[in-house]
DNA sequence: TATTTATGATAGTAATACTATTATTTATAA
DNA sequence: TTATAAATAATAGTATTACTATCATAAATA
């Protein structure tokens, strides 16, 4: 018997809560294909509503503009990751052991545990990587933010610096660690694909590299310094 | 008597040079400050135009559309910026120095040395830390990867990456952790200023934290390790 | 069964992202 | 100096985008 993950979405980021309905549904599902699918310049509720088979204007009633929606699926996403987190750590007593379950979730690949019968999980890590931080980088991020939009990024990285700390009490920049952890998960990942030169996994396009990357560049940074 | 830099740009970013006439130097110079001002979403080359006098249609004879604009922008930041560090740190011998002169450079705040009759480094400053990653996160990335429209930033990472290595011979990340360090530059302050839990900067939102904190983070990964 | 609520179908508007045409001004070359 | 070419201004036009509005109908609920 499958347990499925409803988180409780901010409620400022939609006008009616697409999980309430089954064309609700159908919107998130479809629209996180056809952002990965077209990327989120040239999508527009138009086409999402010829996909869905249902018109622009039912899409308006669901969403503000399609930045909303973005943010909503963005922020499931962090939901999802936080709670990945949450659940594969909980039961750890190294800290140590934490931190690297923690970044082999950052930089996870599909397997049969992440399977979702609506929400493509595949897709919606491509999403992140590639789209996730135009819901931030705007004029009115300050706004957004006042209304609670970034929450669930700031509770990721909020779980994640508390695993720094508990690794070493000592350290002063466990938050700007966390966001650099998390960021240079999907910079890194994207860089190797799109743009290898700017990394040092050119040669052969493994998600390992990153994660090893990664685990050198915490550890080299959380380690202490007896000076 | 000053000096003035003229960056050799890359050709494919323009239709017609704007370095080459006042009105396109005016085009760069406004395009700046429009995009400093309203966001690169909201700007518009209708709204340029009315900006400097001019019309739409002679915008679209220098640039095929905004995205190239803001690419030339951009380029023009990460080749002035390779000039500042190759400048800054040519007569340097220690490479410690070097990294510590670097992400001072990556970290500037507005002084007489960078002021310039025609370029607003500020504005320019401000775009690249919300805007520049709007440049490479799209669908056709790797198209405009082809055509080189990404060198001036790939050259700032490998000289980076050569200091890093000067530094330690045995570091095998060098160019990811030279990403990592020009990416956290601008997010960090980014983050401190408009997301500041997202960082440990909040209460004092100085650039000088960014600065210790990527200072701390590149050395301690760069440090050898004796195991 | 009555009534609220959601959706579909359709229309419409202002703005965006362009392309095209022609006249006029400016720069350069003979 | 004049002829010629090139650049810009002025204007118009098109398809698409990002919405808002209206009304009829279908589905859910009281």
Chains 1, 2 share one sequence.
């Not at 204007?57 to 969403?63: G, K």
């Not at 943010?71 to 750590?89: A, E, G, P, R």
């Not at 650099?180 to 290898?196: G, K, R, S, V």
């Not at 998600?207 to 959380?222: A, E, G, P, Q, Y």
């Amino acid at each position: 018997m499958e347990w499925q993950l409803h988180p409780k979405m901010n409620e400022k980021l939609y006008l009616k809560d697409p999980d309430h309905s089954e064309i609700g549904k159908k919107i998130i599902s479809n629209g996180i294909s056809l952002i990965r699918k077209i990327g989120f310049e040239l999508f527009t509720f138009k086409k999402l509503a010829e996909e869905t088979g249902t018109t622009e204007a039912t899409i308006y009633r669901y969403f503000e503009n399609k930045l909303r929606l973005l943010n909503y699926i963005v922020s499931w996403y962090w939901h999802w990751l936080d709670y990945q987190v949450m659940f594969n750590t909980n039961n750890l007593t190294d800290a140590e052991k934490k931190i690297k379950v923690t970044i082999q979730i950052l930089t996870w690949q599909l397997d049969t545990n992440h399977a979702r019968q609506d929400i493509d999980l595949e897709d919606l890590h491509e999403i992140i990587i590639s789209e996730s931080s135009k819901v931030y980088l705007t004029k009115h991020v300050s706004e957004d933010n006042k209304e609670q939009l970034f929450m669930p990024y700031k509770n990721l990285c909020s779980r994640i610096s508390q695993i720094f700390i508990e690794y070493n009490p000592g350290y002063v920049y466990p938050r700007s660690l966390a966001t650099t952890m998390i960021e240079m998960a999907h910079y890194q990942d994207f860089f190797m694909n799109n743009l290898p030169s700017l990394t040092d996994f050119g040669n052969e396009k493994n998600i390992k590299h990153v994660r090893n990357f990664l685990v050198d560049l915490i550890f080299s940074t959380l380690e202490k310094k007896l000076n």
